[in-house]
C-alpha cells in the first residue's frame, strides 16, 4: 500500500475528491481528511489519532531500539556470573522480550504526543484552511487513481506519495 497526499482549496473539493476516491474502489476505511482544529467535515472520513500523530513509525522504532538494547543486556547478564545454557537462553529471550514491549510501550506514549513528521510540512497549509486529503492505495493503482481525481478536478495537487508499510516484513 502507498499513501497518496492530495491538498484540497476547500471542503466542497474535498466532497468531490472522497466521492472520486469511493468511485475508484478505494474503501472508506483507506481515506483520512485532516483538517484545521475545529472545521466541520460534515461526512467526511476524519482522521483519526494513527494518521494525525508518530504513533505507529515511534512503536516501531521503540520496539527494534528496546529489543536490541534488552538482547544486550541479556548477553551482559549471563557474561558475569557462571550461568548453564538453558538459564542463559532464557535470559536472553526475556531481557529481549521485555526490552522491546518496554521499548514499543515507551516510544509509542511519546509518538502520540507528537504530530506526524509527514504531515509537518502541510501544517501551515492546513492552519490557512486548506483539508489535506490521505489515501492509501494499493502501489499498482497509484497512477490510475491520481490520474481519475486529476481528470474530475483538474486544480488537485498531488503532494507527495510514500510508502505506507516499512520495506522490510
Do not use: C
Amino acid at each position: 500500500m502507498r499513501r497518496i497526499y492530495f491538498l484540497v482549496p476547500n471542503i466542497a473539493v474535498t466532497h468531490k475528491i472522497v466521492d472520486e476516491l469511493l468511485l475508484a474502489k478505494v474503501e472508506e476505511k483507506h481515506i483520512h481528511v485532516i483538517a484545521k482544529r475545529g472545521t466541520l467535515l460534515e461526512d467526511l472520513p476524519e482522521a483519526n489519532l494513527l494518521q494525525k500523530s508518530d504513533f505507529i513509525p515511534a512503536v516501531e522504532q521503540g520496539l527494534a531500539l528496546g529489543g536490541a538494547t534488552g538482547m544486550l543486556a541479556g548477553l551482559v547478564a549471563i557474561a558475569l556470573p557462571p550461568a548453564s545454557t538453558v538459564i542463559a537462553g532464557g535470559i536472553l529471550l526475556g531481557s529481549g522480550l521485555a526490552g522491546a514491549g518496554i521499548g514499543a510501550w515507551v516510544s509509542g506514549m511519546v509518538g502520540m504526543s507528537v504530530g506526524n513528521r509527514r504531515t509537518k510540512e502541510f501544517e501551515e497549509t492546513i492552519e490557512a484552511g486548506e483539508f489535506l486529503v490521505l489515501a492509501d492505495v494499493p502501489a499498482d493503482r497509484v497512477n490510475a487513481i491520481e490520474a481519475v481525481v486529476r481528470k474530475h478536478i483538474p486544480e488537485i495537487e498531488v503532494e507527495q506519495t510514500e510508502p505506507r508499510v516499512p520495506a522490510f516484513p
